[in-house]
Structures are given as structure tokens and as C-alpha cells.
């Protein structure tokens, strides 16, 4: 296709922003995991808060330096001295690990025996070692948007980069962390071999053995898909928890079996039981995608030849779809090894890897090790995937075009019986952990007091008769739903612009096909197999200063929460309208062409109604996201700009669940309203454009 | 339109045979489509029967219920009095062929032709013994180890046929098994199976829309039409004798003129003219239809001709001529005739010519309507 100037300028601003908001962020975690800290010389610690100093305003800095010398405690001003002196090349016949009026006396001795100017020189120094020793995070903090992250965080440490893999292997040497990955590995093999499992005995409920209600139950089972973060973890502590309506309220208080403090659900058993649920719908999806084009035929054969039902899905149903099952295994197992927020909410005692992350960026902000950590979660899953690309030969599960259903091949009754149980009962846990949630916004205190109340919607404290409560005003402004109108705000920005740039790359890339359009591709669609975590861990890393100018960082802004859920879910309408575009031969293009179209009435006339769909499904995904995400969006949050998910995540490991339900409450009935409005606007287009 | 049976051309050849399989009153449905409509079919034994008819008219419904893979509505079915209504579909052992082989994709061509030996715990060595002999019967012995997306179509067509085969099946049906592939192999395969088919002895149900296919390869046709039988009968009976004006324009090529029978037996032809020296045992007065086929009209000049007609055009078929006329009697006709007798003719499109029909040769066919 001939390229004008405007056709020049669309690839440079797809390029652009794939790479700046995609390729950055990602490129930026994997160089940062391999920065190995050194510790810093005492030198070279004071001359590094000597730079830093330098971001501080002239007079700021002297006055700030002075007070934290005048106000040093007594131990810090014998360590400061001492580290003077020996710097200076004085030696002091004391050392560090002396008790303190030994060292005292020592430094005085080596002092008094200096030249004055020498000494002036030296004690000159002293505030600024001072700061360099013992000053390092009250520095850092005060410079969060005018230096790099990763500088900032090895600063404070006292720490210098070099590359390598020391961070890798710290992550197999250090204790913690080793336990942290091994209880990862065990906790996603344990939920991906169930969620598979579940998902294939369901898909073939509904596929093969055509159990009544089956629309309902896959309706129900594809539910987590668009609830929001950690509800069903949320929703097993409200049942199962220490003040859960079943092991506190039934077990414990009224029936006095057990103590609902020892006895709950918290541990591994709940997290699995929560990413099972949660990890459901992508499951379920890949696997009745691949039963419903496998061909009944092949079936039908097995039967004509004698097989008995056995024989048919140990030849023929389980061997066909045993690539989907290895798809679905390894996406929850990424998943369930990438997954944060239901250990943290029910599986106290149980440490997990990503859990160790989350620690590191909000606690001690070790950059470098919490993005080799994060990479080292993404190891075994592409260890898996590999082994399952070696293993399935793509042609030989290609059903062609032609795929019957295989209605002579029929489940025996017990098996459709069993299958309709497991279906019902599916439905039935998912429906009750969504109601007890809904059921627990209108709860005074959930476990203790179950009268009704609205006042988790109004932002005020249920329950103030209870004076401890209302006296600990832990969080007050969190309380109501300001936080869901933030990622409203949030949603109805990327959307629209989201499914937007996610056509304008579909054309640039699939249409202008400008030179380097694979490698766009690639970035493009990047997102979608590196987990959240990654994503938000390399915008925070990448935005912070970029290029170690403050004045463009993009942390703590709304525009950084809106560029990260628009990227991070781009490629959704990129694979909609890729899929349009390969359905409509290119010929359309060039027929309007013929007819005198320019290349932007092109676009406009013949491409754009065309990826109509791609475009709503685009945006909705992306809205969705906006309302419902927790990964990325939890490190780049703010105190101005706080979205509803992170704080309902924060809320339900606290103890505000009341709060936290309310939230959850209204983020669901915003997403389904919102899932309604664009299925009933995309049906009423239809009927429009087919009259 | 009742089933025509012409029972003089069936004994013929097999009269003698028992009656193997019986399928009495079949019929299913499928919402509001009647896919078969209260059928009975007898089938006898080695017999090479073929089910034929346009798109839609329920063949593969009812070779899927004598299959066991759909469940009849209503009716029965008994293979040597053996009633098998209610019997699944693995205990019948009946070969079937699909229409797009529904080979297992994860199997070498060697366990896929063994499946039905495997399924029924065949020792290995009978197991070996089988899948050589069927190898060497659809002449597939080098393919023995690949995949079946390693085969080009007409493989995958045999080793489908080996398969079904496998188990020594009471039954063969096969549901268009050449539709799939091109058609020049079609045609080889096509002799290549029945030959096939004969030398094994199996008794065959043979589903196709082509009825070229049916003429050559059945010893009975069975046509369809909206989910009944409308005509039971050998090739040739069905070719001369069509049943109906359906059957006569589905197989073979046919013009189709409506008329009444005279008093003389004569038809008089919707036109005006009247046809004489027809074969029919329709009374006077009875609605019928003429069906004129190519081959029964002859072209001569036009001097002294029973008929006229005017050349419309010419269609070279390599070792023939078909020429498309106007008229006689208001018919668009149509004439076959070898290349030498068209040059000696002399004419092209355009010229008035004289035609011949050999009247004894006509179908003339009764009008349901009447
Ligand atoms: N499983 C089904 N569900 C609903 N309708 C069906 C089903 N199978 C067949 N039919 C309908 O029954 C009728 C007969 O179908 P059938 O497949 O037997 O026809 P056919 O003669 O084999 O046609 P073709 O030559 O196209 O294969 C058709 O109208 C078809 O639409
Ligand atoms: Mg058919």
C-alpha cells in the first residue's frame, strides 16, 4: 500500500507509544534484575549523599544538614566522628564494635591529637557524614520524583549496582525467599492441576454431555472474570474466616465445636480454593473452546469401531484435547504463581513469592531483587510452555474448517448425572460467595453485629455506638465510594481511548505494514503473557524520573494509572480487530480505493465499521480492567489517586470488610451494567446496519 | 408418492439372497424438519446398495440410524431377524466410513486402522496379521507409520476404508466417502472401492448425492427425496424407468414435458402436439409427464423430418456434441451425437434442423397429481 505523510506519522505515534508504554517498562525490569547491589565504601557513601544533596535547594540543604547533626544521638555522634577520622586517614585506636565510652575516648584522643585547621577541616565534615551514615532514607524520601527508583532504593541501602545475577541467586540462597518460590511452585501446581481439572470436567458437562441449564452454569462459572480483585478469597474469610458466619457464627458461637481463631480457613487450603474459583473462566474458556471444534466425528468413529464411553475419551476426547488442557494448566499456573492478593488476604502463614515482591517494592523498595523475583516467577511457566510446544504438534489437532457434533456418541446416564451435580454445585459456591459479599455491604459489622445498614455506601462508621471503633479513625477517607468513582474516572478515560489505539495499531501495523511491523506486533501484544505485577513493578521503575528528570514523572498522577490498564490490556482489541481484518479481504480497501477514496476516508468509511466490534470489546475489556485489576495498579497508586480495587484489597486483609464489600458490591454492579449496556448497543447497531 | 418397487428388475439378481438387514417405518425428527419419514428398506446379503438424492433428503440420517449413531423416532431395525433397535451403537459392529474420514489424528495409521482390533483386546499378533492384510488390501503398506496429517486425502480415504473394515463388519455404510477429494481421483478410488468392497463380500450402504457415482457402483439405488424412498430399484431400472419426474431429472439428463394420456394411448403434450408409439400402461385421461433424454433425439436435415427445431447452441463434450435446441412441441431440447455424424450434419447455431425421437424408448411417467 502507498504511504502518504499522515500514514507516516500514525507509525511513528503506534511506534512511540508501544514502546515507551510497553517495551520500556518491561525492557526496564529485566535489565533492573540483573543490577547487583554492592555495598557501598564509607567513601563512596558520603561522596553518593554529597550527588544526591545536590537535588536539595541550596540554603535548604545546610540548615537540614546541620539540625540532624545538632540533634544526633549520642551513639550516632561517636559514629560519625570515628568514620570522620578514618576517612580522613587518622587512625583511632577504637573500634566500631567498642562499647561506646571506650570509642568516645578513643575519638577524643585522636582528635585532640590533630592540627587545628586539620581538625576544623575534619569536624567541618561531620554533618554531612552524619547524613551520609544515618540520614539516607530521610533523603531519599524527599527526593521520590526527582531521581531514579532503582538509585533512590540502593541509596538508602547503601548500595551500588553492578551487573550480574546476584539477585538470582540470592533468591535460592536467602531462606525466606527460597520457602517464599518452593510454596509458590507447590501452591500453582496444586491449583493449576484443580482449576484444569474442574474446567474440563465442566466444559464437557456442557459440551459433550449437554446437561440441562448448561448456559446458566457457564454464565455463573465465567462470573470471576469480571468481579472485583480478591472477592472470592474475600468472600471465604466472610464464611470460613476467624469471624466467618460459618466457623465463627455456626461452629464456634452456636454450636461450640470448635475455635473459629485456630479453626478457619486461612493457609494453603484457602488459597487454593480461592484461585481455583478466580482461575475458573480463563480455564474454562480454552477448554470449551477446544471441545466445541473438536470434531464429533472422530468420536462417532471410536463408537462405530466398539469403544465403550471409556474408550472414547481415553482415545480419542482426552488425547484431542490435550493441548487445550496444557494451555489451561500453564495460564493458571502463571497465574496462580504471579497471584499476590489472595495469599495475602487468606493465606496468612503461608508466604508466597509474589507476596515477598509486593513486600519488597512497598516495604524496603529493593528494586533489583524484587524484579528478578519477578522473572523467576515466570521461569517455570515458560519452562512449561516449551515442553507443551515440543509435545503437540500444531497440525495434528487442526480440525480443519468442516466440525460436526457428535450426537452419535452418548455420555451414559450415571456420568450425566455426576456431570450435572459438579456443574450445579459449581454454580451454586460461586453464586453464594458473590451474595455473602453483597450480603456483608449491608452489614453493621460483619460477624458480630448483622443488622442492616447503608452506611458502608455513605462513607460513614457503622459502628459508632462501638467507641474503640470510632475512636481509632484508622482510614476515614477510604471509608465510602469516592474510590470507585476514582476508577470510574480511571475506566471511562482508557476505554474509549484504549479500544481507540488499539484499531489505530491494528491498521498501522496490518495495513500500512510499515518496515519492523513484527517486532510492533510483539510489543504489542507483550502484556498479555507478562503478568500484571511485572508491568506495574516496570511503570513505577520506568516513570518515576524518567531520563532522572522529576519533571516528567508520571507516578502518583491519574495519567499513569489510565497509560498502565489502557497498555496492559491494549492487545484485546489488537487480536478483535486483527481477526476483523483477516475476515475482510484487503480488496475492500483497495475497491474503495478505486472509487477515488482517500487513504483517511478509507479508514473512516470502510475500516472503522468494520472493526466496529473489535473496537466495544476492546474498550469494554479495558473498562473492566480499570474497575477490577489489582496487580499493576497497586504500586502506582497514590493518596490522591486511589482506585476502589486496591483498596478493597487492602480493606478485606484489614479487617474494614463492611467497607470493602461495598465497594465490591458497587464495582460489580457497575461492570454488569456496563457488560449489558454494550451487548444491548452492539444489538441495536446490528439491527440498525441490517435494516 | 408411493415407493415404486419393480420388483421384475430386483429378482433378477437377487431373489435368491435372504433379506439381511430390515429397517420397518424409520423415521426421526428433528424439530420441525422430518429428516426421515416412516422408511423401509430391506438390504440383501453382500448386496452393494446405494442411497441416493439431493442435499438435504435424509440419507445420512438414516445411515446414522442403521449406524446406532442417531436414535429412530419410530420404527425398528433387524440384521437376520436380530432385532437391534435398542442396541448401542459399539455393540453392532458395523463399519462406517465418514465423510471426512474422522481418522484419530493423535494415531499412526497402523493404530488407527487397529482401533477396533484394540478396542476387543485382539492379541498382537492377529493384531499385526490384520492391519498387514488390510494394508495390503487398500494398498497403503508404506504408510503404515505415519500420521494421518502426513497423508494426502486419498490416503486418508483408504486407510478410513481399513479401518472400518477392521473388525469384519456385518455392515459397511459409508457416508460420501469420495466427496472430499478431487475428481480425478474420485473416479480411481471410486472403481478402486467397489472392487474392493466385492472382493471382501461385505454387504455396503453407500450414501451420494452423485448419481453418477450410484449408476456405477450399486447394484440397487435407492432414491430419496424429502426423507422418503421414492424409488427402489437396479441402475438400469432407474435410469430407463424412472419413478418419477424427480427421479428422472436427478439422474440422467432428462427434459420433462407435461401432457395427458389419449384415447389411443397417445400423449398429448401440453403444447399441442401429440406424441405416439409410447410404452405406458397409464389409462385415458391420466396427467403424465415425458421424459425426453439426449440420447433419444436424433438430428438429420431438416427435410422430411418428423420434427423441426432451431440450433440454439453447441457444447463441445470431447468425444461428443451436445446441442441445446428450440423446440419441438415448445421444449428446450437437448440431442448427443458423436463428432464425425455433427460434421457430417454440416450445421452451427442458428440453423433449423430436422429431429428424430424414438418415441418407443420415452419414460412416460403418471402425475401424482392426478
Ligand atoms: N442433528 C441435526 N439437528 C437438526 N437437524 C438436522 C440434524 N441432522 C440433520 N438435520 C436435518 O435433517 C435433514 C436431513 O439431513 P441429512 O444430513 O440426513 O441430509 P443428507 O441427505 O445427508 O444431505 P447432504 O447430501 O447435504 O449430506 C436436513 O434438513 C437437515 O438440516
Ligand atoms: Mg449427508
Known amino acids: ?691 | 408418492m408411493g415407493v415404486d418397487r419393480r420388483a421384475g428388475a430386483d429378482t433378477l439378481r437377487m431373489s435368491s439372497a435372504p433379506v439381511h438387514l430390515r429397517c420397518a417405518g424409520f423415521g426421526k425428527r428433528f424439530g420441525d424438519v422430518t429428516a426421515v419419514d416412516r422408511v423401509d428398506l430391506e438390504v440383501t446379503r453382500g448386496a452393494f446398495v446405494v442411497l441416493l438424492g439431493a442435499s438435504g433428503c435424509g440419507k445420512t440420517t438414516l445411515l446414522r440410524m442403521i449406524a446406532g449413531l442417531v436414535e429412530p423416532d419410530t420404527g425398528s431395525l433387524t440384521l437376520d431377524g436380530m432385532d437391534l433397535t435398542r442396541v448401542p451403537a459399539a455393540a453392532r459392529n458395523f463399519g462406517f466410513v465418514f465423510q471426512a474420514y474422522a481418522l484419530f489424528p493423535t494415531k499412526t495409521v497402523a493404530d488407527n486402522i487397529a482401533f477396533p482390533l484394540d478396542i476387543r483386546g485382539t492379541g498382537a499378533d492377529e493384531r499385526r496379521a490384520r492391519v498387514s492384510e488390510l494394508a495390503e488390501l487398500t494398498q497403503i503398506g508404506d504408510l503404515l507409520r505415519r500420521f494421518p496429517h502426513e497423508l494426502s486425502g486419498g490416503q486418508q480415504q483408504r486407510v478410513a476404508l481399513a479401518r472400518a473394515l477392521a473388525a469384519r463388519p456385518s455392515l459397511l455404510l459409508l457416508d460420501e466417502p469420495l466427496s472430499a477429494l478431487d475428481a480425478r481421483i474420485r473416479l480411481r478410488l471410486r472403481k478402486e472401492l467397489h472392487d474392493l468392497v466385492r472382493r471382501v463380500g461385505v454387504t455396503a450402504i453407500y450414501v451420494t448425492h452423485d448419481q453418477e457415482e450410484a449408476l456405477e457402483l450399486a447394484d440397487r439405488i435407492v432414491v430419496m427425496d424429502r426423507g422418503r424412498i421414492v424409488q427402489d430399484d437396479t441402475p438400469e431400472g432407474v435410469y430407463l424407468r424412472p419413478a418419477s419426474r424427480h427421479v428422472a431429472s436427478f439422474v440422467g439428463r432428462a427434459t420433462l414435458a407435461g401432457g395427458i394420456v389419449g384415447a389411443s394411448g397417445s400423449v398429448r403434450l401440453a403444447h399441442g402436439d401429440e406424441l405416439t408409439g409410447l410404452r405406458h400402461d397409464l389409462s385415458p385421461g391420466r396427467a403424465c409427464a415425458v421424459a425426453i433424454r439426449p440420447e433419444f433425439v436424433g438430428l438429420r436435415s431438416p427435410a422430411g423430418a418428423p420434427y423441426a427445431a432451431t440450433i440454439v447452441r453447441r457444447m463441445f463434450m470431447g468425444p461428443h456434441m451436445r446441442v441445446l435446441l428450440d423446440g419441438p412441441f415448445g421444449l428446450a431440447l437437448e440431442a448427443e451425437l458423436d463428432l464425425k455424424r455433427w460434421a457430417a450434419l454440416g450445421l452451427d447455431v442458428g440453423d433449423r434442423v430436422g429431429v428424430d425421437i424414438a418415441s418407443q424408448d420415452l419414460v412416460v411417467i403418471a402425475d401424482p397429481t392426478t
Open chain 1, 1 to 691: 500500500m502507498r504511504r502518504g505523510a499522515g500514514a507516516w506519522l500514525l507509525v511513528a505515534f503506534v511506534a512511540a507509544g508501544l514502546g515507551l508504554f510497553i517495551a520500556a517498562p518491561i525492557l526496564a525490569v529485566l535489565v533492573a534484575s540483573f543490577e547487583t547491589p554492592r555495598r557501598l565504601e564509607r567513601n563512596e557513601l558520603v561522596t553518593l549523599t554529597a550527588t544526591m544533596l545536590e537535588h536539595v535547594q541550596e540554603g535548604d540543604r545546610e540548615r537540614r544538614l546541620s539540625g540532624w547533626w545538632q540533634r544526633a544521638r549520642p551513639n550516632e555522634r561517636i559514629d560519625t566522628r570515628r568514620t570522620a577520622l578514618e576517612l580522613a586517614g587518622v587512625s583511632v585506636t577504637a573500634r566500631a564494635d567498642d562499647r561506646y565510652d571506650v570509642q568516645a575516648r578513643a575519638v577524643d584522643a585522636a582528635m585532640d591529637r590533630l592540627a587545628p585547621e586539620r581538625r576544623a577541616e575534619i569536624e567541618a565534615r561531620l554533618p554531612l557524614v552524619n547524613a551520609a551514615l544515618h540520614k539516607r532514607v530521610l533523603i531519599a524520601d524527599g527526593l521520590d520524583h526527582a531521581v531514579r527508583a532503582s538509585d533512590l532504593a540502593a541509596f538508602r541501602l547503601g548500595q551500588s549496582t553492578t551487573m550480574g545475577i546476584g539477585n538470582y541467586a540470592r533468591i535460592l540462597k536467602d531462606e525466606r525467599l527460597r520457602v517464599a518460590a518452593l510454596n509458590a511452585l507447590a501452591l500453582a501446581t496444586t491449583s493449576a492441576t484443580l482449576v484444569t481439572a474442574l474446567a474440563f470436567a465442566l466444559a464437557y458437562a456442557i459440551q459433550r454431555a449437554r446437561v440441562p441449564g448448561a448456559q446458566a452454569i457457564r454464565t455463573v462459572a465465567l462470573l470471576p472474570l469480571v468481579s472485583p480483585p480478591v472477592l472470592v478469597a474475600f468472600a471465604l474469610l466472610l464464611l470460613f474466616g476467624r469471624q466467618g458466619l460459618v466457623t465463627f457464627g455456626l461452629l464456634d458461637q452456636t454450636l461450640g465445636l470448635v475455635d473459629a481463631n485456630s479453626f478457619n480457613i486461612y493457609g494453603f487450603g484457602g488459597i487454593v480454593a480461592a484461585q481455583v474459583i478466580g482461575l475458573l473462566p480463563p480455564a474454562y474458556v480454552v477448554i470449551d473452546n477446544a471441545l466445541a471444534r473438536q470434531d464429533g466425528a472422530l468420536e462417532e468413529a471410536a463408537v462405530s469401531g466398539g469403544a465403550s464411553f471409556a474408550d472414547v475419551l481415553r482415545h480419542v476426547t482426552l488425547p484431542m484435547a490435550a493441548p487445550a488442557l496444557a494451555r489451561a494448566f500453564i495460564i493458571a499456573f502463571v497465574l496462580s504463581m504471579t497471584d499476590f492478593g489472595n495469599p495475602e488476604v487468606v493465606g496468612q502463614g503461608y508466604p508466597v513469592l509474589a507476596g515477598e515482591i509486593y513486600d519488597m517494592i512497598i516495604g524496603t523498595r529493593e528494586f533489583p531483587l524484587a524484579a528478578a523475583a519477578c522473572l523467576s516467577l515466570l521461569g517455570p511457566g515458560l519452562a512449561l510452555y516449551l515442553l507443551a510446544e515440543r509435545i503437540f504438534d500444531r497440525r495434528r489437532y487442526d480440525p480443519g474448517q468442516r466440525v460436526a457434533a457428535a450426537t452419535g456418541h452418548v455420555v451414559p446416564a450415571g456420568i450425566r448425572h455426576a456431570l450435572l451435580a459438579l456443574g450445579i454445585s459449581t454454580a451454586a459456591i460461586v453464586t453464594i460467595l458473590f451474595l455473602v459479599v453483597v450480603a456483608s455491604a449491608f452489614t453493621v459489622y460483619w460477624g458480630v453485629d448483622h443488622r442492616f445498614t447503608l452506611a458502608h455506601f455513605l462513607g460513614v462508621r457503622a459502628d459508632l455506638q462501638d467507641q474503640t471503633f470510632a475512636q481509632s479513625g484508622f482510614g476515614t477517607r477510604y471509608l465510602g465510594l469516592s474510590s470507585v468513582w476514582t476508577s470510574l474516572q480511571v475506566a471511562a478515560l482508557a476505554a474509549p481511548i484504549g479500544g481507540f489505539v488499539a484499531l489505530l495499531t491494528v491498521y498501522t501495523l496490518d495495513r500500512l505494514r510499515p518496515p519492523g511491523r513484527s517486532a510492533l506486533g510483539f510489543v504489542a501484544l507483550l502484556p498479555a503473557v507478562f503478568p500484571g505485577i511485572i508491568f506495574g513493578i516496570g511503570y513505577l521503575h520506568v516513570f518515576n524520573a524518567p531520563l532522572g528528570l522529576s519533571a516528567l514523572a508520571l507516578t502518583g498522577s491519574l495519567a499513569i494509572l489510565v497509560l498502565n490498564i489502557l497498555f496492559g490490556n491494549l492487545f484485546v482489541g489488537i487480536l478483535a480487530g486483527r481477526g476483523v481484518l483477516q475476515k475482510t479481504a484487503a480488496g475492500i480497501e483497495d475497491a474503495a480505493a478505486t472509487l477515488g477514496a482517500s487513504e483517511w476516508q478509507c479508514f473512516r468509511h470502510v475500516v472503522l465499521p468494520l472493526m466496529r466490534q473489535a473496537f466495544l470489546l476492546g474498550a469494554l475489556f479495558i473498562f473492566i480492567d480499570a474497575m477490577t485489576t489489582l496487580s499493576s495498579v497497586i504500586f502506582l497508586v497514590s493518596g490522591e489517586h486511589m482506585l476502589a480495587s486496591v483498596l478493597i484489597f487492602s480493606q478485606a486483609t484489614g479487617v474494614e470488610y463492611g467497607s470493602a464489600a461495598a465497594k465490591s458490591t458497587t464495582i460489580l454492579a457497575v461492570v454488569l451494567a456496563t457488560v449489558a449496556v454494550a451487548f444491548l448497543v452492539e444489538r441495536r447497531l446490528n439491527r440498525m446496519l441490517h435494516q
